[in-house]
């Protein structure tokens, strides 16, 4: 006869309002006999579905994320107009284009509709992009949206298969580390993306907030400690740097947030960056990947039209709504595929706190 364990670890994580744990979930099967590799596969894809369900059931990621925000709010509103703001406001200007160079720029025909989105794709993979949309949420939430790195809803939207704060620099300060799954158009040999990058928050003044994230090569200790390689081992830059240059590529992603308050609940957002995935990636990779990376914004929107209430909904919120529903261009990734248009639908209607 066949035999099978499970174990389930249940632990608390954190304090607050809401309540949330980390389920780790382990089984070790036996079938007894000579059994196709691709059964056992199956097997355990329906095992790993147990842990679907399970969160599914007990998902509370916008109440987290919501939780969340709010504490970041509390420390924007006492965050003061700092001379930081001004090489934060340098660094934008560096990487923003000007109107001349923008004009060699292509329109991004897979943006979302109310985006006004552009890049330039160089070569040996490099290129630079830009897109600008209008988000209803105060200047203060959409901040705070982008500085939590690790939040459910940031995950969701970029499609990161890995989000990680490493260290922390005071309170608007932080390395951070994220992993994407980009599939080369020429067969996926340039699929495994890694970006380390120091992120910085400063206010420019009491309607602009500056987020910048910067390239980094403060990779190979940390990298060490994740992989709980003892200090003291003899070759561990050796091994690190082996370990940083197979899973990074030589990638590298600067990017500057500017976001500037319109309104009580209306914020313009403005990203710019500048790309480099190393050499011999193919202008159509380096094209997906601009697009992916400028998505987030949209993504952004996309989410605060989805959790305004009905009675907080006005005419540019309908029009977002509507237009969010009728998308026909969100191929990204496959993160917006709209290949069941009804099913889109449904499911927006369903997420939207208005509808």
Known sequence: LGSATTIWLFEPLGEGKLAHTKATFAAKVDLKGAVPKKIMEWQAKTFSKNMLRLRKHFDKGKEVDAEKRLQIIDGLKKLKVGSKGLTASIKFGNLNPTEKSLKTFHQSNKAFPLSETKFKVEDNGRGRGKTILRVFASLFESAAFFWDFESNAQAEITGDVLRKVISRKGDWEMLVRRRQDLKSVHGGRHSKREYWNVMKLNKINSDTIIISSESTTQRE???????????????????????????????????????????????????????????????????????????????????????????????????????????????????????????????????????
């Open 221 to 355: 200790d940390e990298d060490i400690e994740i992989l709980n390689i003892p200090k003291r081992t003899p070759f561990k830059r050796q091994f690190a740097k082996a370990f940083t240059t197979m899973m990074a590529n030589k990638t590298k992603i600067d990017a500057v947030l500017k976001l500037r308050r319109i309104g009580d609940k209306e914020t313009e957002i403005e990203l710019v960056i500048k790309l480099e995935l190393g050499n011999k990636v193919s202008s159509k990779t380096t094209k997906a990947a601009l697009e992916m990376q400028l998505d987030e914004v949209s993504g952004a929107a996309r989410y605060f039209t989805k959790i305004l209430n009905l009675k907080d909904m006005t005419k540019k919120g309908g029009e977002a709504l509507g237009t969010d529903l009728s998308w026909d261009g969100g191929q990204l990734g496959g993160l917006h595929s709209r290949n069941d248009g009804e099913k889109h639908m449904d499911e927006v209607c369903k997420e939207s706190a208005a509808l």
